[in-house]
Each structure stands twice: as C-alpha cells, then as structure tokens.
C-alpha cells in the first residue's frame, strides 16, 4: 500500500466522524467511570451506608457481564437505543468497577492520619477529600481509567449492537466487506496511535510521584462518615447505578432464556467444549511464555528485562482486532499452512492476555525467596531441579491464578476468535454474537448466560485481590 | 530483590531454556487445541457467506445421500471472497456459496474458478447463471420497500429506488450499507445508471439513510417506526410473517417493479475453487444444491428465498419471479470492488 493510498483512505471525512466518535466516547465514559468507580469506592469503605457490605460484592459483579451482552440485553429490552448517549451509558455501566476495584485497594490502604491532621487544621469533608484523599488514589484511579479508555478503543460488539461507530466496529465492518484489505488496515494504524496517544497521555499523569506511608506500624481503622441526610441520595444513586448495570442486562437475557428452543442447548455444549479446549490452550501457553519474562522481571531486573515487558504490555493494550488483522496479513504471506489453525488463535490469545498472566507471576516469584534454591543447590541438587523442586511448587498458586485469568479471558474474547478460528469452530462467544446479530434473542440467550457464568470466577479473583482478602 | 547482574554465559543458558520450552508448549498446546476442532481432512470445506442454517440443512441433507462430511466457513459475501483472493493457492477452501453475485464475480476475475460441471449447469436456466460457466445461480432474492403504514401511505412512497436520494426524504428510509445484500442493490444502481449516477446517488444516501447493522435490524426499526421505509430483501419478512411477526406485522412491503434498481432481482451463487483438495466431492455439492432435493430444501423450508434451478416452484406466498419486471443485468457485470471504493468516497464504509 502506497503513501497516497493510505493518506487517501486516513484523511477522509468517515474517519474524522470516527474520530470525533471515539474521542467523545473516552471523553465521557472515562470521566463517568472515574465518578462511579470512585463515588462507589467512598461509600462502601468510608461511610456508614445502610448495606454498604453487599454493595460491596455488587458493585464489582458487572464485570462478570461482558459488555457486549450488556448492550445486548438493553437493546433488545429498548430497541431504539443507539448513538452515543447509549453507548456512553451501557460501557460506563459495564466498565466502572474497573476504576472501582483499585480505587477501593488504594482506599483500604490509606492511612488516616493524613486526613485527621487535615481536618485538625481546619478542613472540611469535601476538602479532605480532593485535598488530602484524592491525590493519593491518583494513580490507582489513573491505572484504572486507562483500562477504561483501552476497553472503549477496543470494544466491538457493545457498540456494534447500539449502533454507534468507533475505529474498531468500522474495522470489522472493512473486514467484512474486503477482508484483510487497505481500508482495515489504515482504520487499524489510526486505532493504533489513538492506543499509544493514551498510553503515553497516561504515564505522563502518573508523574514520578509515589504515595506510600513512611514509618512502622499499622495505620489506625479509618473513622466512617455519617452520611445523615446524603444517606437517600447515595442509596438511590447506588440502587440506580446496579440496576442499570446487573438487572437490566441480566432479566433482559433471562426473559430470552424462557423463551429458548430446548434444541439449541446441544449446540452450546459444542460450542462450551471448543472454547474449553482453546482457552486452555491459551492459558498454558500463555503462562509458558510469561514465565521466562517474569522471571528475567524479578530475578535480573535490567534494561533487557523491562523492554520485554513494556513490549509484552504494549502489544496486549492494542486492541485485539489490530493483533488479530497482523495475525491474519502475517499467516497470509508468510506461514499460509498456519492461518486459520488453533495454533494462530492461541498465539493471538498469548499476545492480547499476556499481562494478565505476568503480574500474577511477577508477584508471586517476588515473595519465593531465591536463598531456598541456593540451600538446595548447597544440598548438591542441580541448578535446574532446584527450580523445578523448590521455586516451582511455591509458584503454583500463582501460576494457577495467572491461567484463569487467561483461560477466563480467552473464553470471553470475541473479534480476534472471529477472525482467526479454524474453520468449523464455533466458540460461546462467537456462537452467540452470530445469533444475536441476526436478532435472533432466544438462542442468543444461553450462549450470554454461559459467557457471564465464565466470568464470574475472574471477578472473583479480582475482588479478593483488591480487598486483600486471599483465597484460601 | 538480588541486583547483580547474572554472567552473560549463564543469562543465555537461563534464557535460552524457558524459551525453548515456552515455543515447545506453544506448539504442543495449539496442537492439542487443533485435535479437536479442525474438522477432518476429508470433509468438504465451504466457504458459506449463505445464511448458515440454510447451507446447514443443505450440508446435512448431502451428507446423508453421500456419506460426505461438510464443514462451513462462515462470513460475509465480500469478505470470503476477498479472503479466497488473498489466499489464492494456498486456500483449503472446496465450495464458495454466496448470498449475491458480485462476491462470485470478483472470485472468478481473480481465475480461482473450476468450470462447473455442465450437467449442473444444465439444471439452470441461462438468466439465472454467467455466460462464463465458472460459478452458477443456487437462489435468488428481489430487492424491496418495507414501508410502515402508519408513518407513510402507500400513494406517498417514492417512484423509484433512485427517488430515496432526493432531499425530501432526509431521515425517512433505513438500509445496511455495510452488508453485502445491499452492496449488491448498489451495484445495480452503477450497472444501470452508470458511475457519476451511482456516486450522485450515494451521496445523496449517506445524507439521507439511517444505518442500520443488517436487513433484520433494518425491517425492526420500520416496525417500531424508528424511520417510515427500509431497504431489504423479501424474504426476511415473509419469513417473520411466517414465524411470529414479531418483527413486521407493523410492515407492509412494496416492490418498485419497472425495471427500476429498486427492482433488482440479486442471484445467489456458488462455484467450485480451481484449488480444490476435494474437487469431485465439491462438483457433486454444487449439483447436489441446484439439484431437485437442494432446491425443495431452498424452496419448501424456512427460507423463503427463490429457487431457480430444477424447475422447483416458490412459495405460494411469493410474488412469482417473472412478474417482479426487474432491470435486466447480467450477474457477471456486477461490479463489487467499485462498488465498495464508491461507498467509501461517500463515506458509507
């Protein structure tokens, strides 16, 4: 593809109302994100909410339901929801918690102190608050907003069904109407720098600052915050906020359900074992190929090692319709025996998930003392057993949780699976959007059931690991 | 957190074992993953952009006369057949079945083409099939108005599918830009009006028509009264008719007749890959489909599409095709790749 094809197909009209789409989309829904993400944080940690221990669980549980049924469940609730306002509600909806669950480890973790001495010097609440509290979720709320922004970029069927064009549904529709084609791939160099433009936006947020407490001992339970009269508004700003993100989405596609042929349930089962199979793949391999970077991360910390990461980060915030199309234009011309073969699924599946696997791995390497195989080596085993029969053992919870991170990943991911699977696969989630497109609810609806009972493991991990609690 | 740096000698060793082994578990694994899911080697591949429960039925149906296993690739007509094109050779693709022609088209201009057996083509009357011989006719679909009577009445509806271009109608018509089905009613407005007529009237489109995913989501907007008209094919309403009329019973249809583009009968096609690994099982496919039995599954089942091979008659319910006056093109004119840059000029894609 030549310069002047390219620029002729960047520089055009649809891209500029691509672009005024996608900017608009992360203008908002990130901001709404960081309000509910955070609000909700305050609440259930800070405040003497009435039942504040079940919103708790229930304002992390909509990330068990995948935006993309989500959406399904409002629009075939309200037909005539589309355009910006209902994609910008249905993602903030689906994507807070993920604002949500750091905000809420970073408070827990505050001390308050800080805010006590503030207050002592004559603060009030809300002072406190942006003055004193905000600062120090900065980064935490900073991480979480760029995933936000990362989701909104790569998020295909949410926007698909709602009718509201970004870079990546126009990608998919490219895709479908001249395959791995020049205008997919100039859409594809736009969505790419758009990925890198936040990336870059975001490390230069985070500053260099660092918050961490200085001194022993353990910071004091913070006092909570009488709501009085704030305590309606917040419960229904709560109520509201839930409704929107679990009952909807989920009577939506329990109304379906009802209504399902009992015939099609055979198909879900094919369609469960094959995406079994590949994300099981994709979680060992995945796993295989973090290894070697966390170790080289923990054990040889260099430059080496922190390029391969940034790498392995970089590659997974694209999103996975750019890894998929490279996946397809690469097999295509050079290795043609690969493309459409499980192995290039999973190769894709090792690229966008890797990160959920190496900072589980990374952690859990970090706190396996390297003195243990020293005192094995010391015992005359060799360097290689002592890896396999001291370091490994202590890996495995770690390595257990990275893999279902991965598999649960795997068995939600959408367009890279449309795009690359072997031919005659069918996956749930793949399954489902083919029948969701053609309108067709019922047999839509046990695939979207399947695909929220996968993820709710994955949330659970996240919230016991954000609320410190460990699972034992 | 030891920060001394290992020796060079024992970095490579370290590195280089997990890196052999992580390659080997890729391989092993994406092997094990492919054991069960790529369908075995002898079963027919099908590129199928037909709708998947029909060539369901159609691959079931051949398989239990033949003993032959199918298996479906599925997608969209333009983005198989870009795909056939861009894998040339090394494609394992036997059939290509398509919803329009001018995915066929594009196929057979990049010669990726077998002949067709001539005792398939003998079941095809000629308007039905290219002159070429290289892929033949397995369906047809006409192009009509899905009106919503209580928005607009039917002695207010534009003469013309050209009319829908005019500024009046701003706001008032849905259809599918991005999908092959109406991809190819665009490719009767060039074959007919010719390019600046085309690129006019796609102008006049992307200023006018409300975007809608496909032609069932297009049919359920005019139904709730979303917009007042839509452009779709016939067959997605009478087989909501047929089913609940959850989705039409709000609707009425129009057919511009006229020889208009808005008449355009579009042909279903399928062909035979030169490449083919099973090219004998692929020739009985493609005869098994035009064919009498391949046809009553088309003709007699859900589908409500119009047969056009082994004399096998439509549904009652359906107008018949030779009284739909439609524009004569010859399907191998149809020209999909000028279509889609004239789409994207206009901003539709």
Known sequence: MGWEQLSALVFRPKVAELLVNT???VAIGVPATVVLGVGGAWLVERTTLPGRGVFKVALAAPLAIPAFVASYGWASAIPAMSGLWAAVLVATLAYFPLVYLPALAAIRGLDPALEESARSLGMGSWAVFF?????????????????????????????AFLRFDTFTTAIVVAYESMFAGPNAAALGLVLALLCLILLGAESAARGRARYARVGGGTPHPAETLGLGRLTVPALAAMVAVLAGALVVPLASVVRWLMRADAAAFGDVGIAALQTLGLALAGAVCTIA????FAWLAVRYPGRLSWLLEGAAYLASSLPAIIVALSFVAVTLAFAPSLYQTAFTVVAAYVVIFLPRALVPLRAGLSQVPESLEEAARALAVPPAAARLRVTVPLLLPAIGAGAALVALGAANELTATLLLAPTGTSTVATSFWSAASALDYPTAAPYAVLLVLLSVPAVALMFTHATGRTLR | ????????????????????????????CAGGAGGDDAADPDALVVYNAQHEQLTEEWADAFTAETGIDVVLRNGDDSELANQLVQEGKASKADVFLTENSPAMSLVEEADLFAAVDPSTLALVPEQFRPASGLWTGIAARSTVLVYNPELISESELPASLLDLA????????????????????????LATQGEDGARDWLHGMAENAVEYRNNIVTMKAVNAGEVPMGIIYHYYWFR??????????????????NQDPGAFVSISGGGVLKNAPHADEAQQFLAFIAGEHGQKILGEGYSFEYPVASDVAAKPELPPLAELDAPVIDPSTLNGPAVIELMTEAGLL
């Not at chain 2, 001394?4 to 092993?28: D, K, Q, T």
Request: aromatic letters at 8%; hydrophobic letters at 55%.
């Open chain 2, 166 to 189: 005019d500024a009046q109608w701003k706001g008032k018509w849905g259809a599918a830009p991005a999908k092959a089905d109406f991809q190819a009613i665009v490719s009767a407005v």
């Open chain 2, 1 to 28: 957190m030891p920060s001394r740096l290992p020796s060079s000698a024992r970095l490579r060793h370290f590195l280089v074992v997990p890196v052999m082994l992580a390659g080997l578990a890729l391989a092993g």
């Open chain 1, 289 to 292: 190929v973090a290894l070697p």
């Open chain 1, 23 to 25: 900017v608009l989309l």
């Open chain 1, 131 to 159: 003055r004193v509290v905000a600062p120090q979720l900065r980064l935490a709320v900073l991480g979480g907003a760029l995933v936000v922004a990362l989701h909104l970029l790569a998020e295909y069927g949410a926007f």
């Open chain 2, 240 to 257: 909501d008719q047929d089913a609940a009329a959850e989705d039409s019973a709000g609707t009425k249809l129009h057919y511009f007749g």
